[in-house]
């Protein structure tokens, strides 16, 4: 059964810092890794996805890597905004043609203007 | 290019009760997910369905239950409320073989 982990569970930095957040996950055989943003009683906005067979996927200030070998994937957040401020989930996806996903239980992370 | 809908945003029911939840898939999607995701947790899988049958359930009991209708969109449906059902309700759409997800607002049930 795959299990996926996020720490720290939550997290404060001054604004401009860069950042990463942490995922693990406990089965290597995955099709894809996706890093998700939520902000409070809201859903799930798709930040990055990464194909297994990728190492890293970026946009804007984001960056997100994935060592599927030692069940890994960072997201690393460059220059931190106030509007940074949410909760960030990962998911893994076991196969293709299998849609479910299992998420880890996020990292809230607040940015201190 | 519409995305997820969800409706109703918030719900109020009583132990005991039936919801109906629904959801309308994002334009070009084939595939419909629902999650519920308790406060703190991460969302949790409940079942997903293509082409109108469910195609995958995770550990939920049977009065959680769906439908997709050949539009694509999606109801959700809850028999006999418990209090521990209360939680924000997800729906995603897909393209059955395709890579990413689209995720709705979510509705919030409240069970009391």
């Known amino acids: 059964k795959q299990e996926v982990t996020q720490i720290p569970a939550a997290l404060s930095v001054p604004e401009g810092e860069n950042l990463v957040l942490n995922c693990s996950f406990t089965?290597?055989?995955?099709?894809?890794l996706q890093w998700f943003r939520q902000d409070p009683g809201k859903g799930l906005t798709s930040l990055l996805l990464?194909?297994?067979?990728?190492r890293e996927q970026t946009s804007g200030r984001l960056n997100a890597s994935l060592d599927k070998s030692s069940g890994r994937s960072t997201l690393y957040i460059a220059a931190s905004q106030p509007g940074d401020s949410a909760t960030y989930l990962c998911?893994?996806?076991?196969?293709?043609?299998?849609?479910?996903?299992?998420f880890g239980t996020g990292t809230r992370l607040t940015i201190i203007p | 290019e519409t995305g997820v809908t969800q409706s109703p945003t918030h719900l109020i029911k009583t132990r005991g009760q039936q919801v109906t939840l629904r959801c309308s898939s994002q334009?070009?999607?084939?595939?419909v997910s629902w999650y519920q995701q308790a406060l703190g947790q991460g969302p949790q899988f409940i079942f997903q369905?293509?082409?109108?049958?469910?195609?995958g359930r995770g550990n939920f009991p049977p009065r959680f239950s769906g439908l997709q209708f050949p539009n694509y969109s999606s109801e959700l449906n809850v028999n006999a409320l418990e209090l521990d059902d209360s939680a924000l309700y997800l729906c995603?759409?897909?393209?059955?073989?395709?890579?990413?997800?689209?995720f709705g607002s979510g509705t919030r049930l409240t069970v009391v």
């Open positions: 995603a759409s897909s393209f059955k073989g395709g890579y990413g997800y689209t």
């Open positions: 089965d290597s055989a995955i099709y894809n």
């Open positions: 334009s070009g999607h084939n595939t």
């Open positions: 369905y293509y082409r109108e049958e469910e195609n």
């Open positions: 990464i194909q297994s067979s990728q």
């Open positions: 998911a893994v996806r076991p196969g293709f043609g299998n849609e479910k996903l299992t």
